[in-house]
């Protein structure tokens, strides 16, 4: 019987970012009539009112536009919109944008996702689905070991022990890794994570871009 091939980060990955999340954050849509109406509301402006400030602006236009009917507003409706809320376009498209996951996200220790790559080998992503960022928990199982292939990046990682103990080798560079002890290497190296102890040991794992 021919031994099963262990996928790669990569591998699982394209089945885990279907299945394990519902939410997709790359699908996150700029809602502009939400925001432009909770910002008048902040502001305590009617409709009416913020019409005037807005240079006269249409009142159906804005209702249509607060309600979702108008979904792409043209540039001169868009300055209007950002005239009654003294900002600038680009003032108004950050706010709409700081409510997005993938700029500004707030997690447990459960973090985002967690992928079980096979028995006693784990990653818990701190980080939503971006490329330019990833940081996460890498946790071995007791004599547990993973290297390149699984985690194939040929960018710097930077890995600091959180819990246990860790033997990692870069090339043929062997650094034992203690508690609060970190490490910097570049990822284009053949590496390898080693966990020595009969108990879990658990690495944290920052690389940019990320390599999800």
Do not use: W
């Amino acid at each position: 019987m021919k031994r099963k091939k262990r996928q790669t980060l990569y591998e699982i990955l394209t089945v885990h970012s279907t299945t394990a999340r519902k939410k997709d954050l790359h699908a996150e849509k700029i809602e502009i009539g939400k925001q432009v109406r909770l910002l008048r509301k902040t502001k305590n402006l009617s409709g009416v009112e913020f019409c005037r400030r807005a240079g006269n602006l249409n009142p159906k236009t804005l209702t249509a536009v607060e309600k979702g009917r108008i979904k792409n507003p043209s540039v001169q409706t868009l300055k209007s919109l950002a005239h009654g809320l003294d900002m600038t376009i680009s003032d108004l498209f950050r706010t709409i944008e700081v409510e997005f996951d993938r700029n500004i996200y707030a997690s447990s220790q459960r973090g985002f996702y967690e992928i079980n790559f096979y028995s006693g080998v784990k990653m818990i992503s701190l980080t939503p689905f971006i490329h330019e960022f990833f940081c996460g928990k890498l946790i071995l199982g007791a004599r547990k070991r993973v290297d390149q292939t699984l985690l194939k990046h040929p960018r710097p990682f930077f890995i600091s022990n959180l819990i246990g103990r860790f033997e990692i080798t870069v090339e043929d560079k062997k650094i034992p890794l203690k508690e609060g002890e970190n490490l910097y290497f570049n990822g284009a190296f053949r590496h390898l994570f080693y966990n020595p102890l009969e108990r879990e040991s658990t690495l944290l794992v920052v690389t940019a871009p990320s390599f999800v």
